[in-house]
Every structure is written in C-alpha cells, then in structure tokens.
C-alpha cells in the first residue's frame, strides 16, 4: 500500500509533479522491499536487545558496539512507520 499522499506542490508543472510521484514510487519501493527488510532482519540483536550499527552489505556484524544514535534512529523510524501506516502487512515487524 502507497504511503498517504502529501500535500499538493504548488507552482510546480504537471511535468514536474510526474517527477516527483515517480520518485515517491521509487523511494518507497526501496524502503518497503529493499531498506527496512534488510534492518529488520540483520540489525535487530535477538540476544541483548537493541540495534547493532556496524553491518556488512551481506548483513554479517562486524562490530558489535552499539552508538545511541542509531538505537534512537532505529526506534524513532519503526514508531513513526507504524503509527503513520499500522496498516500494512509487515508493520508488526517495526514493534
């Protein structure tokens, strides 16, 4: 499901406009089936909790230190998603 649509642009051409909606598709096409699976299933520690930073393109850990940054961007980014989308099948997944 598309995320809620956003505010008209005003001033903008309808060519432009085409460009952006093209681009909110591509955005949300790598977030929802590239970005967040890819977090949700090598970021999450099952182990201690929280959310491990440093991880190679295949997903392994390489290092197992934890930056408060990321833990308050991991938690505030799968809250936001679901309060905003609790509709969506895989929003179980951001709790």
Do not use: N
């Not at 809620?4 to 909110?24: C, D, F, M, Y």
């Not at 930056?67 to 799968?78: E, H, I, N």
């Amino acid at each position: 499901a598309p995320m809620p649509p956003t505010k008209k642009h005003q001033g903008i051409s309808p060519q432009q406009a085409e460009v952006v909606a093209q681009l909110r598709q591509q955005w949300e096409e790598d977030l929802f089936d590239r970005v967040l699976p890819f977090w949700i299933k090598h970021s999450v520690d099952q182990e201690h909790g929280g959310y491990f930073t440093c991880l190679d393109r295949d997903g392994s850990v390489y290092h197992t230190d934890k930056y408060s940054w990321l833990q308050g961007r991991q938690v505030y980014m799968f809250s936001h998603l679901y309060s905003e989308l609790p509709d969506r099948p895989e929003a179980k997944e951001w709790l």
